[in-house]
């Protein structure tokens, strides 16, 4: 049986009294290092090979679940919120239009949409300048997104048949809403607002409702 140093682990020829690694003493009665537990070079590869295999799943799971938050950053109402915040960040009306619930084709005005969504972003860029000046940097953080209690929803459904009596609501699925902190900041100045987005969910995929 193949014998080693319980100091090193360097393996000892037959006869050895010290190892010639590192000079410890060797047992000469047992012929093996005391405590020295010899691993059968077979188990030792397939232990290995399971310990390669459990490094390899982690790696996989870690990277799903990766991949799993990425897309659903950009689809739902995650996507929603990305994407509006972009168009208000470039003060980019007709994407907002282009995002926009079916309900707004329903306006006698074809001009009364691209005024609101105007009115609602321009508002803050005002504020943004009169604080803090023309050049400033805008960043943003979701705080929260939920859906609307039932309640609510009949309330803004109530509100929505009144303006656009000719849109049928309940192809309104349902109504969630999106708490975002935006930040306009510029050297040492900066002022903070919270955006309100209302999302309406028509058919499979979420469209912009209001934005306040």
């Known amino acids: 049986m193949?014998?080693?140093?319980g100091n090193c682990g360097a393996q000892?020829?037959?006869?050895?009294?010290?190892?010639?690694q590192c000079g410890t003493p060797v047992n000469g009665n047992a012929g093996t290092v005391p405590g020295l537990k010899v691993v059968d070079p077979e188990k030792k590869k397939k232990m290995a090979k399971r310990?390669?295999?459990i490094v390899a799943l982690v790696i996989?799971?870690?990277?799903?679940i990766t991949g799993v938050k990425v897309y659903l950053s950009f689809t739902g109402t995650n996507g929603l919120v990305r994407k509006v915040m972009t168009a208000y960040e470039d003060y980019d009306v007709d994407s907002l239009v282009a995002l926009s619930s079916d309900m707004y084709?329903?306006?006698?005005?074809d001009?009364?949409?691209?005024?609101?969504f105007e009115d609602a972003v321009g508002e803050y860029i005002d504020n943004f300048e009169s604080s803090v000046g023309h050049s400033y940097k805008l960043t943003y953080e979701v705080d929260e997104i939920y859906?609307?209690?039932k309640r609510k929803q009949e309330e803004i459904f109530k509100s929505i048949g009144y303006q656009f009596p000719d849109f049928d609501v309940d192809t309104i699925s349902k109504i969630a809403v999106a708490n975002v902190k935006v930040t306009a900041k510029q050297g040492s100045k900066s002022v903070?607002?919270?955006v309100k987005i209302t999302m309406s969910k028509e058919g499979k995929g979420w469209k912009l409702l209001y934005l306040e």
């Open 192 to 194: 903070n607002k919270t």
């Open 12 to 20: 000892l020829d037959d006869g050895d009294k010290v190892c010639g």
């Open 111 to 116: 001009d009364y949409v691209d005024e609101y």
């Open 2 to 5: 193949a014998k080693f140093c």
């Open 60 to 64: 996989v799971v870690a990277l799903a």
């Open 147 to 149: 859906d609307l209690s």
């Open 105 to 109: 084709y329903y306006f006698d005005s």
């Open 51 to 53: 310990i390669k295999g």
